[in-house]
Antibody, heavy 119, light 115 residues
Framework: EVQLVESGGGLVQPGGSLRLSCAASGFNFSNYGMNWVRQAPGKGLEWVSYISGSSRTVYYVDSVKGRFTISRDNAKNSLYLQMNSLRDEDTAVYYC????????????WGQGTLVTVSS | QPVLTQPTSLSASPGASARFTCTLR?????????IYWYQQKPGSLPRYLLR?????????GSGVPSRFSGSKDASTNAGLLLISGLQSEDEADYYC?????????FGGGTKLTVL
């Protein structure tokens, strides 16, 4: 069974840093690209970042470029999001999601971790 | 102008059909892209419903009933999600998405009210 479990969220002051983790299980982690997607309270979905299985390719939404860094450790089946210089508008539930929907029609998402940026 | 534009809300009666639109920004040709559709109920994860590019390139999400279907309207440069035989449990937010220019872009979402 595919499982994605995020952790590391919490309350942080503006300008602060936080590192999110996503523990993956139930599939060959290194074979899949991974995404971070966020959702501000009462708002829609916003894609944040993508990393390929080999880590060779990474992409970011413009609003986090230079502040967030996506990475992964395939030996630990883990995905990370290092978030620096956090702003109020980064407050959201952060989901990790496996690549795009697969050939069997599944798209796996974690339960999310809440990041609150507030003084 | 956003890459993907969705109406904020839609309402329909039980048993009727609902048609969701996802309009691509001018200059971005809907025919080029797979349009992905997600359903999200309050307090729940997004649920993948389906993707549609053409009748020969489409996919139904696992366990998603056939009354959910996708199509396109080239005349309005829009992807469409159609739900037939509406049920009260279909009340949710619906998001479209495309993989565009090395980014994954979501529409703002449409809230469906079944009344």
């Amino acid at each position: 069974e595919v499982q994605l479990v995020e952790s590391g969220g919490g309350l942080v002051q503006p300008g602060g840093s936080l590192r999110l983790s996503c523990a993956a299980s139930g599939f060959n982690f290194s074979n899949y690209g991974m995404n971070w997607v966020r959702q501000a309270p009462g708002k829609g979905l916003e894609w944040v970042s993508y990393i390929s299985g080999s880590s060779r390719t990474v992409y970011y939404v413009d609003s986090v470029k230079g502040r967030f860094t996506i990475s992964r450790d395939n030996a630990k089946n883990s995905l990370y999001l290092q978030m620096n210089s956090l702003r109020d508008e980064d407050t959201a539930v952060y989901y990790c999601a496996r690549d795009l929907p697969d050939d069997s029609g599944h798209h796996y998402w974690g339960q999310g971790t809440l990041v609150t940026v507030s003084s | 102008q956003p890459v993907l534009t969705q109406p904020t809300s839609l309402s329909a009666s039980p048993g009727a059909s609902a048609r969701f639109t996802c309009t691509l920004r001018s200059g971005i040709n809907v025919g080029t892209y797979r349009i992905y559709w997600y359903q999200q109920k309050p307090g729940s994860l997004p649920r993948y419903l389906l993707r549609y590019k053409s009748d020969s390139d489409k996919q139904q999400g696992s366990g998603v009933p056939s009354r959910f279907s996708g199509s396109k309207d080239a005349s309005t440069n829009a992807g469409l999600l159609l739900i037939s035989g509406l049920q009260s449990e279909d009340e949710a937010d619906y998001y479209c998405a495309i993989w565009y220019s090395s980014t994954w872009v979501f529409g703002g979402g449409t809230k469906l009210t079944v009344l």
